[in-house]
């Protein structure tokens, strides 16, 4: 017994407690970094490390030395001069609007809406538009290493689509609201159609979540926000939605429902469902309290639209202390006017500064983990991806922080990913395990395509203003 | 005589009055664009237009075929998807602390110069490392699209020097203060400095304008401040100045003077001078009144530095209609962390829109002129660059509008600058009639040299850091 216990303790035991190892030996993929990110809570940043992917997962991330003698991969992309993090989470936005990118700024809110967003979305968005808009969209924020985005826009099944083919990840909520908007007539036949949409989608893609997108507490009424929150029960589905936006909205659910936006929304049951509430900007010590105490309600901060619209300055540093998941996002390109997350990730830093006279406040790795795990958890897509974690998507990027000189010196990647790097350093960007863009090039969209069809439609649009401003001219 | 008169009017005189554009037929250089700003008060965008330059500057500005009758030049640069405009002006900054980019961040000011910036500074701070810091400084903004920059930083000569040999344009002000500062014990050396180096590059170098720099009114006395204005006076120097950046300056100064910093600066002769003021943060309606009236006095605004610091928001919107010329700046790298002027245009674009709660304050234009025209006439450089003006010196650059995805749609060349531009967009950079920068490559700095070097010096400061790390950990 003594020599077969021994055997068994020095070769067949070792033999055995290897092979899973073997098994797990040939992953797809693995891609490297000299500095690696998780953005798991509280992790120390990586130097010299390894993410290893097989099929859509992450199946193990560690120091380089290990991951080399664990796995031989199918492939492999180096992590030379290169942080490696996991892809970033627009939080929202409204895909399509990239073609109405820079049409006109620098408005006042109404004008801007009923002059020119409005009649032009009337006369110009139906699916093939939105197909456009959206792949430029997408484009855009693969090439800025975005590889999760929440939208928000009309005709969703033709976003659903070109999110399907381009190869990100998306929350796709289906716009519903009491006045005509393109496609419909009003609050029946669009809320009709975004459940027949959220049915239609619920649990069919493993990269496409579709949600309900009642528009905002001053567009839907309190009796549709009520049926909107029974059928996301229902089909246990996300809502998204504006909330708190601007000082207007406040006035207007103050006059007609004597309360705040966030108390009329919770009130009618939005804050039981899981919400993704964008900007959340006009709130109260007692509107935080009320997310703060609500689990499944995550906000998103879009500090550009905010400053450029003139919504105000959310009040984010006190939301992340009373422990809400608060993400980022670049709303529209109409009003931003790009979908470029490393900008919204800088100024989230600076502006809370600014509005606190703290410079403290906000620091680099908290906004950082708003366009990561944080956001992740704000847009119903915690458990999904944001962090560089075993059993995760993987969905990741590398940037590069060698080539320029810029780029140097180098004292705290956190620092420098926050307040130098930009979007143009993205190299790198990996959804559910397929490589999207490879040394900046895009592997999924027809880049000579899409420019036809985009100077196509913005040359339609370039004429519509044109005489438009014509006509107006005195 | 008839014949003869004949003669003259239908041949020579033709031949004479053709004779000028024959003289000037082969400038030096010409530099075309599918879209040229010249950044003149009033003027429309030029489709198809080109500058022509000879020598350093600037000798004719029209539409290409104009041009093309005109001018045959020794060289041409092509416009093709590009924008055309003057050279930006970054009106304050700290160059060579490019060293520090990003050494610590997120601090309390205090803490951030006590700990770090002032021991930094006084450990590593000697000729050679004003170089190095230097060039990386002139790197980045020859890459940014910076053409201009006042600079207020130790070691002045060295400065001076790099600025010479790299091409670009400078206002190099030589720092005094009270207390002890790299190779001064305090005043009256680096006041004696200061005036030295005034009086050795006054009128010198065709690209340099020396200056006084007084810190700041809490570092440096009353009696002081008045030296200063007497020895510009009597050198015809211009001043540049930290004014009115945070709310402890302000308290310091009502405390020690009962009045606020721009009054203390007026009242002590400071506003008679050619005088860069710094940040203009902390300013009452009478000190923007009392600025207003000073016509030799520029203010620069640095956005991402106040915002990054905590100091506060600049009323920009009211100084420039009160008819200051405001400019923009990025501070140093230690508080921003990089040189790049379009976010400060951007950011400025974004900021007052929030602050004042009104989408229409500070549209794309205005920022603009900001970094251009205005920002020249604030950093005391008016009559020599930021248009493009025959006379004017040929400070330009061209932006790349066509090549990336995130350039379609363009309908508004203005806002596409400040809204979704970025310094990578830079493709040209012209100062003085010489290229700077052709096609994103520097022709004036050897990275590879100047690589090695900041690695060198860079490594030294990590451990400098590190072991202060170490030994202030418990």
Known sequence: MNKICTLYVMVLLPALLAIPSVYAASPDLIVYGDYVLTMEPGAELLRDGAVVIDDDRIIAVGPRQQIDRDYVATRAISGAG??????????HTHTAMTLFRGMVDDLDLMTWLNQYVFPMEGRFVTPEFVRVGTQLACWEMIRGGTTSFVDMYFYPDDIAAVVADCGLRAVVAAPHIDYPSPGFTGWDDSFAAAQSFVQRWQGKHPRITPAFAPH???????????????????????ISMHLAEAPSESAFISQNYKTSPVQHAAGLGLYRQRLI???????????IATTAAATTVGAIHN??????????????PAMLAAGINVGLGTDGAASNNDLDMWEEIRMAALLHKVSSGDPTALPAPQALAMATRLGAAAAQLGGVTGQLKVGLQADLIQLNVADKTRHLPLYDIESHLVY??????????VVAGKVLMEERKVLTIDES?????VQARSDEIRAALAAQQKSAAP
């Open 277 to 287: 509430a964008a900007h959340m900007v006009q709130l109260s010590d007692e509107d």
């Open 303 to 316: 500090p550009t639209s905010n400053m450029k619209l003139g919504a105000g300055i959310s009040p984010v």
């Open 449 to 453: 395509a899409l420019r036809s069809k």
């Open 216 to 238: 905002a507490p001053y567009t839907v009424s309190p009796e549709h926000l009520r049926q909107t929150v029974e059928a996301a029960a229902q089909l246990d589905a996300v």
């Open 82 to 91: 290169r942080v490696l993090m996991p892809g970033l989470v627009n939080g």
């Open 420 to 429: 130098v790097l930009d979007s143009t350093d993205v190299v790198t960007t």
